[in-house]
């Protein structure tokens, strides 16, 4: 795979433990990507996969509450801590003009009017005010608002932006720029 392709497979969540006695699990993702029916892969942390089915699924607090089929308690559901839930792409939702998968963002370089080339897009870190984009070596967090000026190129995968000035100031110590 090119850095320019999109991968035919995107994380779509991660099992954060098991919930409840009835084999359920904990689960941090966005609920307009997950189903009733939707064949997921689990990944663990040492790269091991398997498919299941997601049997039910329903919000509680900031998360989801999954049942996959064949996870009878919280011992069995308990294997899965930690792992991630990736999904095939063309099976999710179609998104919103402006809304991006973190996948999509992952890699795309970030250069800003004033400051030139800040590097590649290494995470994005999701809050309540703004989704922050986590960019080069020194891991820069822009928001990615309006106010400063974030657009997303996805077919020349790249991101500009328009800092304030002083910006650069809040990484003191870290005044050379990737």
Do not use: W
């Amino acid at each position: 795979m090119t850095s320019r392709e999109q991968p035919d497979r995107i994380v779509v969540g991660r099992v954060l433990g098991a919930f409840g006695v009835r084999g359920e699990a904990k689960v941090a993702a966005d609920a307009a990507d997950l189903r009733a029916g939707l064949r997921v892969t689990v990944r663990d942390a040492g790269g091991a996969e398997r498919e299941l089915t997601i049997e039910s699924i329903r919000p509680h607090q900031r998360h989801l509450v999954v049942k996959f089929a064949g996870f009878e308690n919280p011992e069995a559901v308990g294997v899965l801590h930690g792992a991630d839930l990736l999904a095939a792409r063309d099976l999710l939702p179609a998104l919103a003009p402006n809304v991006f998968r973190t996948e999509d963002l992952i890699g795309m370089r970030v250069t800003d009017v004033r400051l030139g080339d800040l590097g590649g897009v290494r995470d994005v870190v999701r809050y309540p005010q703004a989704d922050m984009l986590v960019v080069g070596e020194k891991q820069l967090m822009i928001p990615m608002l309006a106010a400063y000026a974030v657009v997303v190129d996805v077919a020349q995968r790249s991101i500009s932006c328009r800092l304030p000035d002083g910006f650069e100031d809040l990484y003191e110590g870290k005044r050379s720029l990737p």
